[in-house]
């Protein structure tokens, strides 16, 4: 592992979102925008060093833009599916996944990733 490559952080944007309700299901997107925000500003709290944040969205969240400190993969089917695309291509390096999905954390582990709950960065 490339002790020395910045922790990359993906974070399943649907499942943070969703794991509060807050009225988010009125505003996907705006919801999603708020959470890439929140990602620019306060980064992931308790990692310190550098870090390249991958904020994965799907659905109706597509067409959230990139911004500095923040880049927004869109999904083109399962945003499942981009997170683990995105885990398997980070080998080699530290990689963190924030999610809650059970199935998600099971398949991103097997590909090397650490896992971490929402809360990490819901502030």
Do not use: F
Not at 14 to 28: E, H, K, L, Y
Not at 56 to 81: H, K, N
Not at 111 to 123: D, I, K, L, Q, Y
């Amino acid at each position: 592992m490339d002790e020395n490559a910045p922790l990359l952080v993906i974070v399943d944007a649907a499942n943070v979102v969703g794991s509060v309700p807050d009225g988010w299901w009125r505003d996907r997107r705006g919801a999603a925008e708020r959470l890439r925000d929140r990602l620019a500003a306060d980064g992931v709290p308790g990692r310190p060093g550098p870090v390249e944040i991958v904020l994965v969205v799907e659905g109706a969240a597509r067409g959230v833009e990139s911004v500095p400190g923040v880049r927004v993969e869109a999904a083109p089917g399962s945003g499942d599916d981009r997170v683990v695309e995105l885990a398997a291509a980070a080998e080699g390096r530290p990689c963190l996944v924030v999610t809650a999905d059970r199935e998600l954390r099971r398949r991103v582990t097997e590909r090397g990733a650490e896992v971490t709950g929402p809360r990490t960065v819901r502030g």
